[in-house]
């Protein structure tokens, strides 16, 4: 099903945002619409909201490639996002994210082996008072964690497994 | 000192409408659709209010540039905060919501535009659906929609999510971004109260400017000027982040000393140890010697290039003497050239080998030639390129290489 099809009623509210010979401003709000079921864009995706909005296919592929937060690969359930910038870094961001790799099995970039969890490296997000933080972002949306703790973020991933399992 | 930003400290609940409202909410706001257009743009200039997001443009000076034969007009609130260190907008939108959203009223009304736009980060997903909300309470209330508390005047707000990108904190990548192209920024002039969204008149305003404007019409610009100095009027809000004991928001006279902030407020330095440095501006910041001048100098937009910075965002990230800026650097690099966006050849090409250089004298294999080149790159950046992005990449590592060179002997 397009994503026409499945949300018109969204993306009618959406569209009616911007005047509507620049309809091409709610590329991005609808980029994150597609992303909602398995967390990234397929490349029907990318042709559906091309159609919609007036764009080329290549014109949509270009701004899920400049945009750090639109992803056209699967990966895990939860890519969990954790700063490691200067103000968390000073903070010991660096470790935190290397302890919490070796309890997890993976570097950086890679998903746990039951494709829940993908750990990534990522840029200030404005929440440097409070690290070692991290932003959860998933299918539903984007979530903060702040002043976390290996403990505490092992225990967050368990209650996700949990919810994962429910929801199967 | 009673807050005027974060009036949430203050004040529990304020981002409920019924406690906004009982707290003066929306005063400036009506007070406003009372006054001709021109005289709410003269009071801010008055005001002396300055741009918040870093460049501390007068607000009200930028709201008259706006080209009055084109039409229609747009305001637009960056809400983009990314700047390494800085994490204050995000508060104000959290839980003073609506004193944002009035500023936002008014600014509108101020330059003759029927509609507004909130440019929030993409990781802002959880502040711009509680935004969403916000906006139809105040609509519901009456003070946005068609009409607004009985005059000519008509009003809509919408929020409108990044997706990730640093540089479209810069105002015309903002505006390529809000056109659904990628965030790059535009060739200046025309400037955005010329030629803005959708090529139409646009004032681009960080959300701290707008926030302090309800202050300002309702208690008019002498009122706002009590507090801060002659030429940098008004609260700030500090972001302090770093070796510090007490990092946080703290809103604060402009004019306060980095002392007060650091040692009074921020409670000092943790573990014993002593600062070393002061980033005032995030990672786009020079590295200012923390010695006692610099400690005593007032924090606003004329003082802190006395010590060899700049106020910028005052997001201020303290570091002790147990870090070594070579690693530093690192980090700035890292950051730059991940979210140099691509455009202007200096910046893309500068940032990668600014960053592998970082690296290889942080890594122990660098030589002395390294830190001449690295230094050489940043100087060819400086002045060529379309935003400051590039220059901002330059500031961290050419200042620590000069003035704190014992920590780059090779």
Partial sequence: MSLAEKYPQEIEKILAKYPPEHKRSAVMALLYMAMREGGYISKAD??????????????????????????????????????????????????????????????????????????????????????????????????????????????????????????? | MDYMLLRHRDINNINQIDTFLKEDGFEGFKKALKMETVDVTNEVKAAGLRGRGGAGFPAGVKWSFMDNNNWPHYVVANADESEPGTFKDREIMESNPFQFLEGIAIASYAVGANAAYVYLRGEFWEVAHFLDEKIEEMEKAGFLGENIQGSEYSLKIYTHLGAGAYICGEETALLESMEGKRGQPRVRPPFPPSEGLYN??????????????????????????????????????????????????????????????????????????????????????????????????????????NVGGDLGSASVIVVDDSVSLDWLITKTMDFFHHESCGKCTPCREGSYWMKKLTERIHSGEGT?????????????????????????????????????PEDFKI
Avoid: W
């Fill in chain 1, 46 to 168: 990318k042709a559906d909201i091309a159609s919609m909005l007036d764009m080329t296919t290549t014109e949509v592929s270009s701004i899920v490639g400049f945009y750090s937060l639109f992803h056209d690969e699967k990966a895990g359930q939860y890519r969990l996002q954790v700063c490691t910038d200067i103000g968390c870094a000073l903070k010991g961001a660096d470790q935190y994210l290397a302890d919490l790799c070796e309890k997890l099995d993976v570097k950086p970039g890679e998903t746990t082996e039951d494709g829940l969890i993908t750990i990534e490296e990522v840029k200030c997000l404005a929440a440097c008072d409070k690290a070692p933080m991290f932003q959860v972002q998933s299918p539903e949306g984007i979530k903060y964690h702040e002043k976390m703790t290996v403990d505490t973020t092992l225990a967050l991933i368990e209650e996700l497994r949990k919810d994962a399992q429910e929801a199967k």
């Fill in chain 2, 200 to 305: 139409k008149p646009t004032v681009v305003n960080n959300v701290e400017t707008l926030s302090s404007v309800p202050y300002i019409i309702k208690n008019g610009a002498e009122g706002y000027r009590k507090f801060g100095t002659e030429k940098s009027p008004g609260t700030k809000i500090f972001s302090l982040s770093g070796n510090v004991n007490n990092p946080g928001n703290y809103e604060l006279p402009l004019g306060t000393t980095f002392r007060e902030l650091i040692f009074t407020h921020g409670g000092g330095i943790p573990d014993g140890k002593s600062i070393k440095a002061i980033m005032p501006a995030g990672a786009s910041s020079s590295l200012i010697v923390a010695n006692d001048e610099a400690l005593d100098t007032a924090m606003d937009y004329e003082s802190v290039p």
């Fill in chain 2, 368 to 404: 002395e030639k390294d830190v001449e080149l690295l230094k050489d790159v940043a100087y060819q950046i400086q002045g060529k390129t379309l935003c400051a992005l590039g220059e901002f990449s330059t500031m961290a590592v050419v200042t620590s290489i000069e003035r704190f």
